[in-house]
């Protein structure tokens, strides 16, 4: 399994810090209470001589099979663990899963939306890396396959799998298996972009759409006046932000900035997780002084202007 994961994450840069890095305060409200200001933060990384974009358009097969290979071995051990004989069969297995119903670990079997397209997508996808191996009924083009099931000498309708969908569905299947191993901690921001990532590869599991928009996460801060760090309507923030990145789902930690005398004199940092359930009494029991945080240093004079204090 090491070396499947290792390829992938290689190929994809599927990096934690890569793929859920932290920004810089992306929105803020000046002292004032005026609109809301965006800005847009980027990184880049430029490699010479990057062997990936080569290697992904003409191994796309290799990383389809890798992709698959970590699936299966993550039904095997599923299976295993719930006292099931060891089975060679790719068709057994599937059998043993849809007849027996075996207990998934806790963090698929507390979600059946995630299991019902794991077991979807192993359906699908098994054959398909059958004809890859053993057959020639198969065509990759710039990173992307067109392949057909050949099981039992019988040829099925082509399926098309573009060079996007196959990162997805290979930074899928590797984020399942470093959740449920617990290398990564999977929070209410991660689940939703495993959604998004299912409801992206829906022609391959052939379930619902569960309605998932690209999640997107960000910091606000809010320069306030006053003694009250509280004092503040995630809600309205919210509505903003929805007004503003209208296709995506929006989340956001809230950075209070305390300004007296035309100075910040106090930095507070609030998770989500504290407001993501929409409610006017969200700051009810929260103790502001656990969330102090350092004062930044990129405070613009700007928005520190009509300070009564």
Request: aromatic share 12%; net charge negative.
């Amino acid at each position: 399994m090491e070396y499947e994961t290792w390829l992938l994450e290689a190929v994809y840069v599927l990096v934690e810090q890569e793929l859920f890095p932290s920004w810089p305060d992306a929105v803020v409200y000046p002292v004032d209470k005026s609109k809301a200001q965006f800005f847009a933060h980027a990184c880049a990384n430029i490699v010479i001589g990057d062997w990936r974009p080569g290697f992904l358009n003409a191994g796309a097969p290799l990383v389809f099979v890798s992709t698959f290979k970590l699936l299966d071995m993550l039904i095997e051990w599923i299976l295993e663990e719930n006292g099931a004989p060891s089975m060679f069969s790719f068709t057994k297995k599937l059998q043993h899963i849809r007849c027996s119903s075996p207990i998934f670990p806790l963090l698929i079997e507390s979600r059946p939306w995630l299991k019902e397209r794991l077991i979807g997508l192993y359906s699908t996808l098994e054959p398909l890396r059958g004809t890859i191996i053993h057959d020639k009924y198969f065509t990759t083009t710039d990173g992307a396959i067109r392949v057909s099931s050949s099981k039992k000498g019988v040829i099925g309708s082509p399926v098309e799998i573009s060079a996007t969908n196959l990162r997805t569905l290979a930074l899928t299947i590797v984020s399942v298996l470093r959740y449920v191993h617990g290398a990564w901690r999977l929070d209410d921001l991660r689940e939703r972009f495993l959604r998004h990532y299912l409801d992206e590869l829906v022609t391959l599991h052939g379930l619902p759409f569960l309605g998932q928009k690209r999640p997107f996460h960000t910091r606000v801060r809010v320069y306030l006046t006053g003694t009250d760090p509280l004092h503040v309507d995630p809600i309205a923030i919210r509505g903003d932000l929805a007004t503003r990145y209208v296709d995506q789902d929006c989340s956001f930690d809230l950075h209070i900035l305390m300004v007296k005398g035309g100075e910040v004199v106090d930095a507070y940092l609030f998770p989500w997780a504290l407001f993501a359930i929409a409610t006017s009494n969200w700051s009810k029991e929260i103790d502001a002084q656990e969330y102090r945080a350092a004062i930044p240093d990129d405070i613009k004079p700007e928005h520190l202007r009509n300070d009564a204090g």
